[in-house]
């Protein structure tokens, strides 16, 4: 039986292991966030991200199906970012964005908080977090989930 029987699908593309900040993994677990902005993305075949919720939490919190990337300049963004909950004000996103001509807007689909809040540290030894994000090989993606879903998730 799945926890979401509207969206069966399953995840396709690569796993990454995405740094987040609380306040924004936050939003994106509740559903009110549907779009992470991104300076840079690493590309399109990125098909499920597992959120990293940065200090002071560090923990892996989630895990998100991602829809499409949208790649816009700066006025676009913030369109998009007003339309899917962004979580920031322009202000904020003009900083963040800075002098970049173009930057991401990676649109969500379903979201699973994690059962468990899992320590990277207790799954990958000498961990770091990630600056942006890291690639997961499928086996490190099984790993992952098992430990955030004991219980078991369709995904």
Not at 118 to 143: A, E, H, I, K, M
Request: hydrophobic share 40%.
């Amino acid at each position: 039986m799945s926890l979401f029987p509207e969206s069966l699908q399953q995840p396709t593309g690569r796993a990454v292991l995405l740094s987040i900040k609380p306040k924004y993994a936050d939003l994106i677990l509740a559903g009110s966030k549907t779009v992470e902005l991104r300076r840079s993305w690493p590309s399109n075949d990125i098909g499920v991200m597992i959120i990293y919720s940065s200090a002071p939490v560090q923990r892996l919190t989630g895990v998100a199906l991602i829809r499409e990337i949208r790649e816009c300049d700066f006025d676009t963004l913030w369109k998009v970012s007003q339309a899917h909950g962004g979580g920031v004000t322009y202000e904020d996103l003009q900083e963040y964005i800075g002098s970049k001509k173009l930057a991401y807007g990676v649109m969500l689909g379903r979201v699973l908080p994690a059962e468990i809040p899992v320590d990277p540290n207790n799954l990958f030894p000498n961990f770091t977090p990630p600056q942006g994000f890291f690639y997961l090989s499928p086996q490190d993606y099984r790993r992952v989930k098992t430990a955030m879903f004991p219980s078991g998730v369709d995904l």
